[in-house]
């Protein structure tokens, strides 16, 4: 049971029937999922608004209904009005899971291309340093030996803060997660602030209907991963940094192939051996040493490039950095296959 009044603290709101007093059973957004007492919040989607539905969803046991505009509730139930119940969603999920972020480390990748792999990257190296890191991403979400197949990549700001409960439950320091400008634009990843926001590189991608609108929309709402975050470690090399980059509020730390980046990966080659393909590359900068990966490509340098930033800042020994990254595979991206 949560307290209604602790529950709406954060949140800017109307009531504008009944009292938001006593308490809650549970927090619900599914309006298959209601239970008796619950705290609904109601979400517009692509295809359905639950908006339309709130006196079933009152009759199935709703004891409190946020919503964004005035809607049908019967009496004796709370009715909520908040400017975005999206927003609300992620400020509510936060209080009713004990604000677990807090407790974390929570490092953000964003970018059109590159999060999967240097999700599963960082996890590697931080995980050999010692660290028991969570990961919640494109392909799954991994907390200790459980695994959850995803359905988004960013996914919805009640099923982030479930997570985070349950890696603080299961002893983890670290989450990395990618986010999706979807993620941003929906405010699934507000509540929380990242320790560490990541931009690995943008391209016009995810434009079109129940989308992004145009390609600045998508480059404004992957920007606001900026003003989240502590540290933002950015592609040095992306034309479209400095638009990323407008209105941060985070310290800024570049990484790429750039003279002026702070970490800098010089003298690219490609390795052939022991029946693999691989790169490997000189780092100078913030700190100094050469990284071998066991895929090839200038895409692979980004990618490890982006992970050797991240677990600098974490203070982890380049010499660990190499072992991970030699090793370091991904699901379904550029797998070796044997013949």
């Not at 007492?37 to 709130?54: E, N, Q, W």
């Not at 006196?55 to 199935?60: G, L, Q, S």
């Not at 995980?127 to 392909?139: N, Q």
């Not at 970490?263 to 051996?273: E, G, H, S, Y």
Request: charged content about 20%.
């Amino acid at each position: 049971m949560k307290n209604i009044a602790g529950l709406l603290q954060e949140l800017k709101y109307t009531v504008i029937d009944g009292k938001p007093e006593g308490e809650i059973s549970e927090l619900v957004y599914d309006s298959r999922k209601v239970t008796k007492d619950c705290m609904f919040v109601c979400i517009k989607g692509a295809a359905y608004d639950s908006h339309d539905h709130t006196e079933e969803i009152a009759r199935a046991g709703a004891k409190v209904i946020v919503a964004e505009r005035p809607v049908k509730v019967p009496e004796g139930v709370t009715l909520v009005l908040v400017e975005d119940s999206r927003y609300a969603l992620s400020m509510l999920s936060a209080a009713y899971f004990d604000h677990p972020a807090q407790k974390l480390k929570v490092i953000g990748i964003t970018g059109t291309k590159g999060k999967t792999t240097t999700t599963f990257m960082v996890k590697g190296i931080l995980e050999h340093a010692g660290y028991k890191v969570g990961l919640i991403g494109t392909i799954e979400t991994i907390i200790g030996d459980t695994h959850i197949p995803s359905s988004n990549t960013t996914p919805e700001s009640y099923l982030v803060q479930k997570y985070f409960a349950q890696m603080v439950e299961a002893g983890c320091q670290i989450c990395v997660m990618e986010v999706s400008s979807q993620g941003l634009m929906m405010h699934r990843v507000d509540g929380f602030t990242f320790d560490v926001g990541i931009f690995t590189n943008i391209e016009p991608d995810h434009i079109g209907p129940n989308e992004h609108a145009s390609f600045e929309e998508y480059l404004q709402c992957k920007s606001l991963l900026f003003q989240k975050c502590r540290l933002g470690i950015v592609n040095a090399d992306d034309a479209h940094v400095e638009a990323i980059l407008k209105n941060h509020t985070c310290q800024v730390q570049t990484y790429g192939f750039s003279e002026n980046a702070d970490i800098r990966a010089t003298d690219m080659k490609l390795v052939r051996k022991g029946g693999h393909l691989g790169v490997a590359y000189h780092v100078s900068g913030l700190l100094e040493g050469d990284i071998e990966t066991s895929v090839p490509g200038r895409f692979s340098v980004y990618n490890s490039l982006t992970a050797v930033a991240i677990c600098n800042h974490y203070g982890v020994d380049m010499e660990v950095m190499k072992k991970a990254l030699l090793n370091a595979s991904v699901k379904g991206r550029i797998e070796l296959v044997h013949v």
